[in-house]
């Protein structure tokens, strides 16, 4: 059996035997296992008694192997309540969960992350603006480390903001898409949080402006 398939298998009993997913999750995560099983070089590091599994993705020869850890969690320690929604970025492992106001849905998506300590922000901040097809501009310190980038990128296939973005308080800090998929689980952003552009197309749909973010 190969290793891929062992993921699957392991996945699939995990999640589908989790009574906290509900049938979209349930699809999402099978959808999300295709992607899996159709990406090289995956190995299974790792799983423990806490249903947490570790996952290596071997990039090139050069590149470390990246781990991304992926685990179901409840809301109750993170929110006093779920009003208008709650979406948690968990940077260590390099997730975000997403509990509907009334706890019926609750959603658990591979992200990326910022590269450095220096780059990531933790803390209490919330949905400010959502746009389809966002247009993306570096911000100065982006531009003082890389004068070369382009002042504007449109809306398209290269912009690094993907097909939707959740705007936050934060100045400049944003959950989006990207049509760059090697991304997803590894340390490769400037700050914001990133998702697979169909990931955050169902994150997008099931947000409002006000929804809470934590980002631990």
Request: proline residues 5%; positive net charge; charged residues 20%.
């Amino acid at each position: 059996m190969s290793y891929n398939h062992s993921i699957f298998t392991h996945f699939r009993r995990q999640f589908m035997s989790d009574k906290k997913f509900n049938l979209s999750s349930r699809r999402a995560f099978l959808a999300g296992s295709a992607a899996l099983l159709a990406s090289p070089a995956l190995a299974q590091s790792s799983v423990n008694s806490t249903d947490t599994t570790e996952v290596e993705r071997d990039v090139t020869e050069s590149v470390r192997r990246n781990i991304s850890s992926f685990r179901t969690l409840d809301w109750q320690p993170y929110f006093d309540n779920t009003r208008n929604g709650a979406v948690l970025v968990d940077i260590d492992s390099r997730a975000v969960h997403f509990w509907s106001e009334d706890q019926s849905i609750y959603k658990l998506y591979p992200s990326s992350v910022p590269l450095t300590d220096e780059l990531t922000r933790r803390g209490r901040t919330s949905v400010i603006q959502k746009v389809v097809g966002p247009t993306w501009r570096p911000t100065p310190s982006m531009l003082k480390r890389n004068p070369e980038w382009p002042a504007v990128i449109e809306a398209g296939p290269d912009n690094p903001l993907g097909t939707h973005a959740l705007y936050l308080s934060w100045t400049y800090y944003r959950i989006h898409g990207t049509h760059d998929t090697r991304k997803i689980g590894r340390r490769s952003s400037n700050g914001c949080i990133g998702l697979y552009n169909e990931h955050i197309a169902e994150l997008f749909s099931y947000t409002k402006v006000g929804t809470q973010v934590l980002l631990i």
